[in-house]
């Protein structure tokens, strides 16, 4: 098992950034795919990014290609999202989620576990 914690999160203008982090427990994080999915208010979860395990390969929502950047670290057990160039519909909370011998897979079914979510506000 592995268990995630997200940090990051915060208030921030229009145009500007944020750096989100996820933390991951266990001795095995090269192994997993990570991705990072998003819900806004009264809105259904969706799909940010994600990386694989292998290879870290990487996939975006098109909503956010070019602007967001997901990284690994795995000396660290740590997930990056480099949030640049944030807009008002960015706003929501995000999840970190892990799947084992994962993909970069967009879909929410296919992750076993998530963290607890950090807020994301950008005001315009």
């Known amino acids: 098992q592995v268990q995630l914690v997200e940090s990051g999160g915060g208030l921030v203008q229009a145009g500007g950034s944020l750096r989100l982090s996820c933390a991951a427990s266990g001795r095995t994080f090269s192994r997993y795919g990570m991705g990072w999915f998003r819900q806004a208010p009264g809105k259904e979860r969706e799909f940010v990014a994600a990386i694989s395990w292998k290879w870290s390969n990487t996939a975006y929502a098109d909503s956010v290609k070019g602007r967001f950047t997901i990284s690994r670290d795995n000396a660290k057990n740590t997930v990056i999202l480099q949030m640049n160039s944030l807009k008002p519909e960015d706003t929501a909370v995000y999840y970190c989620?892990?799947?084992?011998?994962?993909?970069?897979?967009?879909?929410?079914?296919?992750?076993?576990?998530w963290g607890q979510g950090t807020q994301v506000t950008v005001s315009s």
């Open positions: 989620a892990a799947r084992y011998w994962g993909a970069a897979d967009s879909s929410s079914d296919e992750y076993h576990y």
